[in-house]
């Protein structure tokens, strides 16, 4: 089989897989469920420092809360209490790994690791806010860094190579936690210079416009 012959196939494999799951009875909130779920059970492993099935089980919660929103613009099944549901759980997901990572430095006696992550708890929460409230304004307002993406991947690292990942004698949980709160709050004043800028444009074109 030639190459344009394999990729003519692996994109029919797609669609056909795509359709009958289309015609399923599979609904967004279903799979916003799982993400749930598979996120509360890689807090309880961060409990009980088992950090490599604990990033495993995030990757799997985390990727279940991006096919969420793809699968309901894909099915059109979508509804506006499933978009409202899926950015809910979105921010309870983040902040239940990283009280349970707050709660393993506190027990591990790092009382400035954990402080940092409920700092990062409320800087992910403000990122979220202050896009809320700007499109509440009618500024769109997804500018900055440290997207729920960028977040992800970095506590994903962090905690896959928590004990070194048989790697060698380092953890990367603390670092991670460290820059997620530092770009979260460089995202924060991003997010608020942009929403500034727009609406200040938006009373000067009121301005001229009278």
């Known amino acids: 089989m030639s190459d344009p012959e394999r990729v003519s196939a692996a994109r029919e494999f797609r669609a056909q897989a795509r359709d009958r799951l289309i015609e399923s009875r599979l609904t967004p909130n279903a799979i916003s469920m799982v993400g749930l779920v598979g996120n509360l059970v890689s807090a309880v492993l961060v409990v009980e420092g088992a950090f490599v099935w604990a990033g495993l089980a995030f990757i799997l919660g985390s990727v279940m809360d991006t096919l969420d929103g793809r699968y309901s613009r894909m099915s059109g099944k979508g509804t506006l209490f499933g978009a409202f549901l899926d950015s809910t759980l979105d921010r309870i997901e983040e902040g239940l790994v990283l009280t349970a990572i707050a709660w393993y430095f506190a027990d591990s006696g790092d009382s400035v690791a954990a402080a940092a992550c409920v700092y990062t708890v409320l800087g992910s929460v403000m990122v979220s806010y202050t896009r809320a409230r700007a499109e509440a304004l009618g500024v769109e307002c997804k500018v900055g860094i440290a997207t ?43 997010r608020v210079w942009h929403v500034r800028r727009a609406l200040r444009a938006e009373d000067a074109e009121r301005a001229g416009s009278d």
Do not use: C, E, H
């Not at 990942?165 to 991670?176: H, Q, T």
């Open 148 to 190: 729920r993406p960028v977040r992800v991947v970095i506590l994903a690292v962090g905690l896959m190579f928590a004990q070194g990942l048989w790697l060698g004698d380092f953890s990367l949980l603390a670092p991670a936690v460290y820059v997620m709160a530092v770009l979260t709050t460089i995202t924060v004043f991003q």
